[in-house]
């Protein structure tokens, strides 16, 4: 009798146990897909701002050695990322082609002039760094005009700080509930064992002893669960990238590096806290209390 009642009990320590683990790996999956996501996103959109270029037209008696001055200090100011000198030369061939004739023989003369397109660090693609950078150089010896897109740099921002806002809300409210059924799930583990934790107060124990073996325990289970969520990324990420391989989303090992250093540390943190908690509750109740 005593070993059939021994067997049920294992067998309901194994089903809760794969339980927590489950809802773990179910929850720390849906965690690293939103924060590859918001982390993903952040890379896109710097990206994106850094195709924004701001052009200085230089004026027509700039010597060579003048222009050869201004893109070295340009090169060390810290706003900028790349730095694309295009002759007046250049750039009516650029337009001709694009016009689909020479205008510069129609014209008898190449109205352009030489530029120098400063392509910009992300940080700095702001509407106010922009034109602050333009206004600069529009009073320098050298520029003749100081320009930029103006209307993109506008509505770039204002959709990526959109996009960038409802992104963070989703993933702190999909963060809530994922910690709120982590800890959920560990409660339900340690309820089944509230007698057991009670007993050994009784005896003597102190709360700290009492309490390690069940946050060794819940920790370990964390990390099994974030071990399956880990192959579940992977899986989904390869696929992705099978799909859409423009992303090259295994050659991002940075944001691989971190989404999975993000999924151990948080089934760490979480299965801790939840299990020191929860114990506590139970040590601190008196014992007619473990019956409600």
């Known amino acids: 009798m005593s070993s059939k009642f021994d067997s049920y009990q294992k067998r309901r ?3 809760s146990y794969f339980s927590v683990v489950v809802s773990i790996a179910l929850v720390l999956f849906m965690i690293g897909i939103l924060g590859f996501v918001l982390l ?13 270029a701001v052009t ?9 050695d003048q222009i050869e001055s201004l893109r070295v200090s340009l090169m060390k100011e810290g706003f900028t990322r790349e730095i694309v000198y295009i002759s007046k030369e250049e750039a009516a061939k650029f ?11 129609y014209l008898g003369t190449n109205p352009l002039k030489n530029s120098i397109d400063i392509y910009l660090k992300a940080d700095y693609v702001d509407p106010i760094k922009v034109d602050e950078i333009s206004t600069r150089f529009q009073k320098n010896a050298f520029v003749f005009e100081a320009s930029y897109n103006k209307l993109l740099v506008n509505s770039l921002t204002k959709n990526i700080k959109r996009i960038s806002f ?3 809300v989703l993933s702190s409210f999909f963060g ?16 089944s064992k509230r007698f057991n934790i009670k007993t ?6 102190t709360k700290s002893f009492i309490r390690k073996p069940f946050i060794l325990n819940s920790i370990r289970l964390g990390m099994v669960g974030a071990f399956i969520a880990l192959i579940g990324l992977a899986t989904a990420i390869y696929f992705i990238n099978e799909k859409i391989p423009t992303l090259e989303l ?20 979480i299965t801790w806290l939840s299990t020191f908690f929860a114990t506590q509750r139970f040590l601190n109740l008196q014992t007619d209390e473990l019956y409600y």
């Open 95 to 105: 337009y001709s082609k694009d016009l689909g004739e020479d205008f510069v023989s």
């Open 166 to 168: 409802w992104l963070l």
């Open 40 to 52: 993903k996103s952040t890379m896109v959109a710097n990206h994106f701002k850094e195709e924004v």
């Open 200 to 205: 050994m107060q009784m005896v003597g124990a």
């Open 13 to 15: 320590l194994r089903s």
């Open 250 to 269: 295994l050659q991002d090992y940075y944001t691989l590096a971190y989404v999975g250093s993000g999924v151990i540390l948080v089934a760490f943190i």
């Open 56 to 64: 200085l037209f230089l004026k027509d008696d700039v010597a060579k």
């Open 176 to 191: 809530l509930i994922a910690i709120i059924l982590i800890n959920s799930s560990i409660r339900l583990s340690i309820y």
